[in-house]
């Protein structure tokens, strides 16, 4: 124990000694008041996905049906708090096709595997919010996604590009 504790132990204790040893008739006088303690606590959300930017690498389709990212696993980590019963979402959207020039491929070519306490597998796109997580109440979680491509004949020799905006919901 430190001694600054020591002391405080030391004259909490004579305190009491003072209390117990005088009658309650000796204490003439009292006053107290009461101190109300209030917090503001608002939801908060943090999302970190690490890396930000995957690749697939050029793959012969007749040998890979579906390419992995060179990037995977990525790090997800989802952190929230909200009231108990709420239900918090971990949504992507992608913003186009995958396009090199005037060429695409269709971003639902691209799906993701994950893993971690509710998150979700899914495929990629343009029109409608992908749910990739979900949780009640206050909660961090931490997970991965492995992204993968399918793999065509058909598709347009270029460097094709996408962004996608991954947006966490706390009510």
Not at 58 to 76: F, G, K, Y
Not at 102 to 119: E, K, L
Not at 143 to 157: I, M
Request: aromatic share 6%; glycine share 6%; hydrophobic share 45%.
């Amino acid at each position: 124990m430190s001694a600054a504790r020591h002391r405080i132990a030391a004259v909490a204790t004579a305190l009491a000694v003072v209390l117990a040893v005088r009658a309650p008739a000796a204490l003439a006088s009292s006053d107290s008041r009461t101190l109300t303690v209030n917090a503001a606590v608002r939801g908060r959300a943090k999302l970190t996905i690490t890396p930000l930017t995957i690749n697939f690498p050029d793959r012969d389709p007749d040998l890979v049906s579906r390419i992995a990212a060179t990037e995977n696993s990525v790090t997800v980590s989802s952190r929230m708090r909200t009231t108990s019963n709420e239900l918090s979402f971990l949504i992507c959207l992608a913003n186009g096709d995958l396009q090199s020039g005037a060429s695409a491929i269709p971003i639902s070519n691209v799906t993701w595997q994950a893993s971690g306490a509710g998150y979700n597998n899914g495929t990629m796109s343009s029109a409608i919010p992908q749910v990739a997580g979900s949780w009640r109440g206050s909660r961090s979680r931490s997970g991965a996604f492995d992204y993968y491509l399918a793999n065509s004949w058909s598709t347009n020799v270029g460097n094709y590009a996408q962004t996608v905006v991954y947006t966490l919901i706390v009510p």
